[in-house]
């Protein structure tokens, strides 16, 4: 029945034989040694963006075991059938330009018309076959032949198409690469081409060639990981740059009332969210007090949020009238923010005649505490997120408000936040939440309801919510 067969074989040990195959020994120790060196530094690193390295430590180290499988010194130190060592050598030679492509692929992309992953496939589909066939034959020697040779060329000429023919602008590290396969082809061609009695030649020209292209490799990873240290920290200082102008637009005092107690709440779900409030307070009897939440996280909603500050400081004479001011914000907005649109809700407080003025652009209505209940059926505004139509109309809605009532604003974020079994906390929770827990002061009310959500939701206390979370209580004196 066909399959594995090993044999045994052992040359005559001589001094000349000695000192011929110490240095091809020497190489493929070394090899395994920096491909391991490689491996354990992309452990260290466990970062997605940088399987480079991985590939690069594959790679290293099955040629440096297809070096050592070669070297008739190890074949003699260690006690195994010879062919052992012959279907090592097959394996790597099917494996590794499969990982050097993968590598490659890492700073020249998959090339024009996806070339180079056709090309992965091509030598993926060969191998498997290849190794399949050498095993179930007994013959390792299959995978060795002219089909291999004429796979190598064609990965050079897809790769030379790429660089020449598709005039792609090769970075640095990709030339740095180039250079050092391009000394490795010459070296394989000049062992296989030139005859013997021109130059002397032998394996230890290939193997100096292939420790060059190693080398090459070694510098491309290594400045391309220093250059992705260098931008990941670039970009996490733009974070915190945009986080302090995010928190700088945010109202840094709260308003000072007889009329109330204001006690506002924000989480991001990021370094930088996309909820925004502020307040306008005119005097101790009248504030106005808006809350917006940004279809969107990073620096495009802090950019967003800066521009609502704007829209919003500049139409403060709308105030007590808050469907004119949604109106007018919308129409400042719609057609600067890229397909992006903004939730909003305005409250306009009037302690003077004790009425709530409320226009909502898509917002999610606000709650009443009012008789130890919480309920948002008094607020029935409804309307178009801001910056999908133009000329969106908005309703204005009043209600009035009672010594003792309680007003919450929030961003959705509180309500859709999803539990391990997929469920939405949902608003009638939060509701039942509210209503059990209405002596809570203002200042800890928010901080509780946040707290039952997370713990609902099975996040630890370090772990971020589905969203950005927005919560303003407003306690009437």
Not at 313 to 321: E, I, K, P, T, Y
Request: aromatic share 10%; net charge negative; charged share 20%.
């Amino acid at each position: 029945m066909p399959g594995i067969g090993f044999s045994r074989h052992e040359p005559m040990i001589t001094p000349e034989f000695w000192l011929e195959k110490q240095p091809e020994f020497l190489l493929g120790f070394l090899l395994i040694v920096i491909g391991v060196l490689t491996g354990l530094v992309f452990l260290l690193k466990r970062k997605s963006s940088e399987l480079y390295l991985l590939y690069l430590a594959v790679f290293i180290v099955g040629y440096g075991a297809r070096v050592l499988a070669d070297n008739e010194l190890l074949r003699i130190s260690v006690d195994v059938p010879q062919d052992f060592w012959e279907y090592i050598n097959a394996t790597a030679t099917d494996i590794l330009p499969a990982v050097f492509i993968l590598f490659l692929q890492s700073f020249i992309g998959w090339g024009w018309k996806r070339s180079v992953f056709w090309l992965l496939m091509v030598w993926i589909a060969y191998g498997v076959t290849a190794i399949a066939i050498g095993i179930f034959t007994g013959s390792p020697h299959f995978v060795v032949g002219s089909i291999n040779e004429i796979l190598v060329i064609l990965i050079v000429v897809v790769l030379s198409f790429n660089r020449f023919l598709a005039r792609r602008r090769p970075t640095r590290e990709g030339r740095i690469i180039e250079i050092g396969l391009f000394l490795f082809i010459l070296a394989v061609l000049y062992n296989n081409l030139v005859p013997d009695d021109i130059f002397p030649k032998g394996t230890t020209v290939e193997q100096i060639a292939f420790l060059i292209f190693v080398c090459c490799m070694i510098y491309a990873a290594i400045r391309r990981s220093t250059n992705t240290e260098r931008e990941y920290h670039a970009i996490l200082h733009d974070l915190d740059t945009a986080r302090l102008i995010q928190l700088a637009i945010l109202p840094q005092t709260l308003p000072v009332s007889s009329s109330c107690t204001v006690f506002p709440t924000y989480i991001p779900m990021t370094q930088i969210g996309g909820d925004f409030y502020t307040f306008h307070q005119v005097d101790d009897k009248h504030l106005g007090i808006l809350v917006a939440d940004i279809s969107g996280h990073g620096i495009p909603a802090a950019l967003l949020a800066s521009m609502i500050k704007v829209a919003f400081n500049s139409l403060v004479a709308h105030a007590d009238r808050p469907a004119l001011l949604l109106e007018s914000v919308n129409q400042a907005l719609t057609g600067q923010m890229d397909n992006e649109f903004i939730t909003t809700a305005y409250l306009w407080f009037n302690f003077a005649d004790m009425t709530l003025h409320h226009a909502s652009a898509g917002h999610p209505a606000p709650i009443l505490v009012r008789n130890g209940k919480a309920d948002d059926k008094s607020f029935i505004a409804k309307g178009i997120p801001i910056g999908i139509y133009e000329n969106t109309i908005y309703n204005n809605e009043i209600i009035e408000i009672s010594h003792g009532d309680r007003i919450i604003i929030y961003t959705d974020g509180l309500t859709e936040v999803s539990n391990p079994r997929g469920e939405l906390y949902g608003k009638e929770r939060l509701l039942t939440g509210l209503t059990d827990n209405r002596h809570l002061p203002v200042e800890k009310i928010s901080d509780h309801i946040i707290g039952k959500v997370s713990t609902w939701s099975g996040r630890g206390k370090s772990e971020s919510l589905d969203d950005d979370v927005t919560v303003i209580v407003i306690d009437v004196s």
